[in-house]
């Protein structure tokens, strides 16, 4: 009897584990205009902030995140990721919080200027010097659907 009992809890704990409940992440898009922000453990939808800057969700608001950021590295703000296949395996949809990503110099002679305040507008950050040849770098910004499409030469 106890093999049975087990044999058929395991599947429902394989269930509940693998759903986005288990650990309370968001599993489908934020409301429009919203976005996702986790308080105390949860995860709820929020009115988006007023720019894509580094902001932090602090007694119901907004607030500008002034930490300096990390070297070589730009802000990414949070947002959804749709559902996609990647070779043959489907990657479902998912929610990206904000964060700081490294970036790679693309050749010597270029310095990366990390985004930053200027009161209270943010400046993305970008690369001083000489650019690749024939390439120009396009800062970080909200593609089709408001997907974040991360800085880039072009």
């Not at 205009?33 to 939808?45: P, R």
């Not at 580094?54 to 907004?62: A, D, R, S």
């Not at 490294?102 to 200027?113: A, D, I, L, S």
């Given at each position: 009897?106890?093999?049975?009992?087990?044999?058929?809890?395991?599947?429902?704990?394989?269930?509940?584990?693998?759903?986005?409940?288990?650990?309370?992440?968001?599993?489908?898009?934020?409301?429009?205009?919203?976005?996702?922000?986790?308080?105390?453990?949860?995860?709820?939808?929020?009115?988006?902030?007023?720019?894509?800057?580094?902001?932090?969700?602090?007694?119901?608001?907004?607030?500008?995140?002034?930490?300096?950021?990390?070297?070589?590295?730009?802000?990414?703000?949070g947002h959804w990721v749709p559902g996609h296949k990647k070779g043959n395996t489907w990657i479902p949809g998912h929610w990206?919080?904000?964060?700081?990503?490294?970036?790679?110099?693309?050749?010597?002679?270029?310095?990366?200027?990390?985004?930053?305040?200027?009161?209270?507008?943010?400046?993305?950050?970008?690369?001083?010097?000489?650019?690749?040849?024939?390439?120009?770098?396009?800062?970080?910004?909200?593609?089709?659907?408001?997907?974040?499409?991360?800085?880039?030469?072009?």
């Amino acid at each position: 009897m106890k093999k049975i009992l087990f044999a058929l809890s395991l599947p429902l704990l394989l269930i509940i584990l693998v759903s986005g409940h288990a650990f309370a992440i968001p599993s489908e898009p934020p409301p429009n205009g919203k976005i996702w922000v986790e308080v105390d453990g949860l995860w709820i939808s929020v009115v988006a902030p007023p720019g894509d800057g580094p902001y932090i969700w602090k007694g119901g608001t907004w607030v500008l995140d002034t930490t300096t950021p990390p070297p070589d590295s730009q802000w990414v703000p949070g947002h959804w990721v749709p559902g996609h296949k990647k070779g043959n395996t489907w990657i479902p949809g998912h929610w990206v919080d904000g964060h700081w990503k490294v970036v790679k110099p693309p050749q010597k002679g270029v310095k990366w200027v990390p985004g930053h305040w200027k009161g209270n507008k943010w400046i993305p950050g970008h690369w001083a010097g000489s650019a690749p040849h024939k390439k120009k770098w396009v800062p970080g910004h909200r593609g089709p659907g408001k997907q974040w499409i991360p800085g880039h030469w072009k």
